[in-house]
Structure formats: C-alpha cells, structure tokens
Nanobody, 125 residues
Framework: QAQLVESGGGLAQAGGSLGLSCLAS????????MGWFRQAPGKEREFVTY????????VYADSAKGRFRISRDNAKNTVILEMNSLEPEDTASYYC??????????????????WGQGTQVTVSS
C-alpha cells in the first residue's frame, strides 16, 4: 500500500526557517515525480514545488521561488522541502504528493496519485 508520511512541521517566526520531510513507502519511489502542495484554512490547495524522479529538474510556484528548495534522496525514499525567509502567508498544512514520472500537470493536484496526510506549518509575525 502506497504511503507518504510528512514530518517536520511546526511553529516558526517570520523570517525563520523550517524543513519538511516526506518518507515514501509501498511504491517504487524512483518512478515518481514528487510535489509539495499546501492548503491554508478557507483556501484551496495550492502548488508549491515539484521535482522530477531523478532530482534533475525542479519547478517552484512564484510564492516559493528564492525562499524554498526541494530535494530528494531516492536511496532513502525521501523528499525534502527547505523553507527559508518564512512569512505569515506561508501558514498552511503542507502535503507531499507523488505522480508517475513524465506527463503534464506538474502543478495540478489531480495529476498526483499518492498523497500524504499533511503537516502543519505556522508562521508567526
């Protein structure tokens, strides 16, 4: 059974940093591109960032560019999201997701096959 488990969320002050980790199991991790999405209360889930199966290419939402960094370790079935210069607007539940490599829909949640349960990030001003 495919499973994604996020960890590392918590409370940070504006301007601070947090790192999120997502551990995959139950499927062949290297066959999947990975993404991070987030959802704030009362808002729709939104795309944050994406990384190809090999780690060779990444895509970031405008809100994440220059502040967030995605990486992966296929030997450890893990994808990491490093978040710097955090803003109160980054407060949300963060979800990692897996989509079969290749194909369209990098930023579309419907393109992703497997989802984690989410981890909360709260940024205080």
């Amino acid at each position: 059974q495919a499973q994604l488990v996020e960890s590392g969320g918590g409370l940070a002050q504006a301007g601070g940093s947090l790192g999120l980790s997502c551990l995959a199991s139950g499927f062949t991790f290297s066959l999947y591109d990975m993404g991070w999405f987030r959802q704030a209360p009362g808002k729709e889930r939104e795309f944050v960032t994406y990384i190809t199966w090999s780690g060779g290419s990444t895509v970031y939402a405008d809100s994440a560019k220059g502040r967030f960094r995605i990486s992966r370790d296929n030997a450890k079935n893990t994808v990491i999201l490093e978040m710097n210069s955090l803003e109160p607007e980054d407060t949300a539940s963060y979800y990692c997701a897996a989509k079969l490599r290749g194909g369209a829909g990098i930023s579309a949640s419907g393109a992703y096959r497997h989802w984690g349960q989410g981890t909360q990030v709260t940024v205080s001003s």
